[in-house]
């Protein structure tokens, strides 16, 4: 398993943007190996998939509420995904997780959560004027 931290939680107002960012806390991993997904769960809610990026260049899934406002990316140099989120809804409040499997044919058709065998702790971001 891969230890995952994320960061860049926060308030935001509705409209407002924030960028997530996940990095593995063991030296020598490389994320680029890995399919990435980001996950979140709202309270009361199931965790549910954000996004799903695999590692090659054969697209990045995106849930139907957040197409055309989150963007999911790597920094190779960096060994870090991102998550990009604009023009945020109050409904995307939540608790957002990185996670991190070895490549699986047709994982990101459909992620779900017990897919993936290395979590963050998460972060917490909240859209509220």
């Known amino acids: 398993q891969v230890q995952l931290v994320e960061s860049g939680g926060g308030l935001v107002q509705p409209g407002g943007s924030l960028r997530l960012s996940c990095v593995a806390s063991e030296s020598g991993v490389r994320l680029d190996y890995y399919v990435i997904g980001w996950f979140r769960q709202a309270p009361g809610k199931e965790r549910e998939g954000v996004s799903c990026?695999?590692?090659?260049?054969?697209?990045?899934y995106y849930t139907d509420s957040v197409k055309g406002r989150f963007t999911s990316s790597r920094d190779v140099a960096k060994n870090t995904v991102y998550l990009q989120m604009n023009n945020l809804k109050p409904e995307d409040t939540a608790v957002y997780y990185c996670?991190?499997?070895?490549?699986?044919?047709?994982?990101?058709?459909?992620?779900?959560?017990?897919?993936?065998?290395?979590w963050g702790q998460g972060t917490q971001v909240t859209v509220s004027s």
């Open positions: 996670a991190a499997e070895p490549p699986t044919p047709y994982l990101c058709s459909d992620p779900r959560p017990p897919a993936f065998g290395s």
């Open positions: 990026m695999g590692n090659s260049d054969d697209g990045t």
